[in-house]
């Protein structure tokens, strides 16, 4: 199993909802990932989780909270957006998340969200 | 800071054409080098990638040599097809996965 699983593939929510992204692995990967990606732009990196820790948390507001329940999953939960936080929310995995710079990144499809 | 340049797109060929999708960068170190793929409606997979200079990476028809004289990583296939059609990113790494550094993406369509 090689993939990286995300729900909901869409999502439209309005300023006031609370919802949450979910991802989950099974490749025994120890770090994982959230990068969000506005259209025609390459992802940007949120969040990172490193053996269930939070290692990187790149100034991201707090109304995007991730969690990382146990090494297979990661949520983010969503409260009071804004329409400009309207994109594609990408989960990835990686199997260390150290520093061997030819680690690979495994994507998941992504949640594309609405914020109205 | 470190950095990846790519080549403008949108890039428009027909098939059985040859692509060349250009990416320079600028590293302090010795990075490792990646093409990913987004194919529509997906999320990004690796291509190909090389880990030191002069290394090929190759994949699906895909090639790109490492070549640290002039800082680049092109991307070159010999005949395209209309399933190529994508987003193609750059990117290098020199501190692990966690500070990938994308280029800003090239998109490319094939006609049939």
């Known amino acids: 199993d090689t993939e990286v699983t995300q729900t909901p593939k869409h999502l439209v929510m309005g300023m006031t909802n609370k919802k949450s992204l979910k991802c989950e692995q099974h490749?025994?990967?120890?770090?994982m990932y959230w990068y969000k990606q506005k259209a025609k732009k390459p992802p940007e990196l949120m969040f990172v989780?490193?053996?269930?820790?939070?290692?990187i948390n790149e100034s991201v507001p707090s109304r995007f909270s991730p969690e990382c329940p146990n090494s297979s999953l990661l949520n983010l939960h969503l409260h009071a957006l804004q329409p400009e936080d309207s994109a594609l929310y990408l989960c990835?995995?990686?199997?260390?998340?150290?520093?061997?710079?030819?680690?690979?990144?495994?994507f998941g499809s992504g949640t594309q969200l609405s914020v109205l | 800071g470190d950095s990846v340049t790519q080549m403008e797109g949108p890039v428009t060929l027909s098939e059985e054409a040859f692509l060349t999708i250009n990416c320079t960068y600028t590293?302090?170190?010795?990075?490792?080098l990646f093409w990913y793929v987004q194919y529509p409606g997906e999320g990004l997979q690796l291509l190909l990638k090389?880990?030191?200079?002069?290394d090929k990476g190759s994949n699906k028809g895909f090639e790109a040599t490492y070549r640290k004289e002039t800082t680049s990583f092109h991307l070159e296939k010999g005949s395209v097809q209309v399933s190529d059609s994508a987003v193609y990113f750059c990117a290098l790494s020199l501190q692990g996965a966690q500070k990938l550094v994308f280029g800003q993406g090239t998109r490319l369509t094939i006609n049939p």
């Open positions: 490749m025994g990967h120890r770090a």
């Open positions: 990835a995995s990686s199997q260390e998340g150290r520093r061997a710079t030819n680690e690979k990144l495994f």
């Open positions: 590293a302090t170190g010795y990075p490792s």
């Open positions: 989780y490193s053996y269930e820790k939070l290692s």
């Open positions: 090389a880990t030191k200079a002069d």
